[in-house]
């Protein structure tokens, strides 16, 4: 088992481009959540999916932030026009399904690095 | 809501000697509590977590935390702490209050630097 897989490691990015960031959660896995960590902070909650739906976006900044998880592929974070302040560390961390109980498990990828210059 | 405290940003040791990372959390739900390590440049580990069982959680690579509902805390301790152990520290809280979606509430993490 893989793990979850995200990439790319580290992506650079000019203001006014967009960035892709991807996610291929843990085997069995169909909960798919994305964290932003900005510079010295801790971990903030951006977004959580199910297969073909958004079910939480109450982190997500209001404009250019996008994430989808498709029914085939990986969980994709869009983020277009990207501004110096989008600079961060984006993790994702996929689960078990719900009704699991409370000894569910979050498991994160190793994160990717976003520099905008 | 649900929040996460650490009371210290940075935790400095000597190599052999205990470490102790204290976090406090605010719960209005009986919480679900995790410690997570993040070694440089690298991903989040998963140290251990309490999920209403015993109160007294071992995880990984030596490392317990200790569940006290009356202080509302979890704090973090090693009995020896060793140089690969210099990392940063989450604690985080689980979000049970959000229609169970089950959102990660995370501290501000606390830097442990191990002295030779």
């Known amino acids: 088992n893989a793990g979850v897989m995200q990439n790319p490691r580290h992506l650079v990015r000019r203001r006014g481009q967009e960035a892709r960031l991807r996610c291929s959660p843990m085997?069995?896995?169909?909960?798919v959540y994305w964290y932003r960590q900005l510079p010295e902070e801790g971990l903030k909650f951006m977004v959580y999916?199910?297969?073909?739906?958004?079910?939480?976006e109450s982190g997500m900044p209001k404009e250019r932030f996008s994430a989808e998880f498709p029914k085939e592929g990986p969980s994709i974070l869009r983020i277009q026009q990207v501004v110096r302040g989008d600079s961060a560390a984006y993790f994702c961390?996929?689960?078990?399904?719900?009704?699991?109980?409370?000894?569910?498990?979050?498991?994160f990828g190793s994160g990717t690095r976003l520099t905008v210059v | 809501a649900q929040s996460v405290t650490q009371l210290d940003s940075h935790v400095s040791v000597s190599e052999g000697t205990p470490v102790l990372l204290r976090c406090n959390y605010s719960s209005s739900y009986s919480p679900s509590l995790f410690w997570y390590v993040q070694h440089p440049n690298k991903g989040l580990q998963l140290l251990l977590k309490y999920t209403s069982a015993a109160t007294l959680v071992k995880g990984i690579n030596g490392f317990e935390a200790e569940f006290k509902k009356s202080e509302t805390s979890f704090h973090l301790t090693k009995p020896s702490a060793h140089m690969s152990d210099a990392a940063e520290y989450f604690c985080v809280v689980s979000d049970h209050s959000a229609g169970n979606n089950r959102k990660l509430i995370w501290g501000l993490g606390t830097s442990l630097a191990v002295n030779p």
């Open positions: 085997k069995g896995h169909s909960h």
């Open positions: 961390a996929s689960s078990p399904g719900r009704g699991q109980g409370r000894d569910y498990g979050y498991t």
């Open positions: 999916l199910q297969k073909e739906n958004i079910i939480d």
